[in-house]
Structure formats: C-alpha cells, structure tokens
C-alpha cells in the first residue's frame, strides 16, 4: 500500500469519525434541547442528519476516487486491495449508492429549504409538514435517491466502452 493510499485511508476515517459524531450531537441536541415552537423542523434537521451519516459511511466504505478524462468525470472504486475484489456487483451497487445518496442530500436540503420558506411567510403554511403531509415530504428523498441508483447502477455501470475510454 503506497503513503497516499494509507494517508487517504486515515483522513478519510477522521473525517467520517468527526461527521458521524458531529451529527450524532446535533440529533441529541435538536430532540433534547429544541423549544417546542421549532415544531417538525426538528424531524427535518434530524433526517438530514441521519442521511448525513449513511452519506459518510457508504463513502468511507467506497473510498472514491474521481476521474475526471475529456469531458467527463466518472466516480470509481479501487478494487485491488479492497474485500470487494471479487464481489464487483456489491462494488457497483455500493458505488451507485454513494450517487444515490448524494442525490437524498440535495433533495433534504432542499425540503428544508422549502419548509424555511413557508416558516418564514408566517401564514400558517407550515402545515403542509403535519401529519401524514411530513411522512411524504420525507419520502420524497428516498424515492429520487432509489431513482439515482437505478440510473447509476443500470445505465452508468461499468463496462468495457467505459474502460477503453477512460484509459
């Protein structure tokens, strides 16, 4: 293993140590110590906050590297000294999971964006984030995200067309 690799290794094990704790407290403390008038946007901020945490997990596991060749860029995975040598579909669906979650991320901030906005009018439209309304605002992330790893599994996979042209 070369110095960069093992440098990449442990910076990028701090980093997903200091995202997974940094988050863990921000979820404690928005349940624990948020005035009742914050209402659902406490649900808001904590499931960033957990799609946060599957986000640096699945990186670290993945451990990208992006490429980037004429005009395009591509997102790969070094397998040589991975434990996913020999399971590259696991490799593949992992690698089209990070797509995937960066998808759920700018979709959640976008939701609290919209919530921000409707707070902010203070015309009672914060409604829209009550009840059932919350569950399917919450939904909407999860379902671009599946759609971003159906596209990045099925149609963005690598094949031998992509190999030649990257080399």
């Avoid at 200091?18 to 988050?23: C, R």
């Avoid at 015309?123 to 995200?145: D, S």
């Amino acid at each position: 293993m070369s110095l960069f690799h093992l440098a990449k290794l442990f910076i990028q094990f701090l980093i997903v140590l200091f995202s997974m704790l940094m988050n863990l407290i921000l979820i404690i403390l928005v349940i624990h110590q948020s005035p009742k008038k914050i209402g659902n946007y406490k649900y808001l901020m904590c499931y960033f906050c957990v799609m946060s945490m599957i986000y640096a997990g699945i990186d670290y596991i993945v451990q990208p590297y992006i490429h980037s060749y004429g005009s395009s860029f591509s997102m790969i995975m070094d397998l040589r000294d991975s434990i996913f040598s020999k399971f590259r579909q696991v490799a593949s669906v992992l690698t089209a999971s990070l797509a995937a979650c960066f998808g759920v991320s700018i979709y959640a901030i976008a939701i609290n964006f919209i919530y921000r906005y409707l707070a902010i009018q203070r015309e009672g439209r914060t409604r829209y984030f009550h009840g059932f309304r919350l569950y399917i605002w919450l939904t909407i992330p999860i379902l671009t995200g599946i759609l971003w790893l159906s596209v990045a599994w099925f149609l963005l996979d690598y094949d031998e067309e992509l190999a030649e042209y990257l080399m």
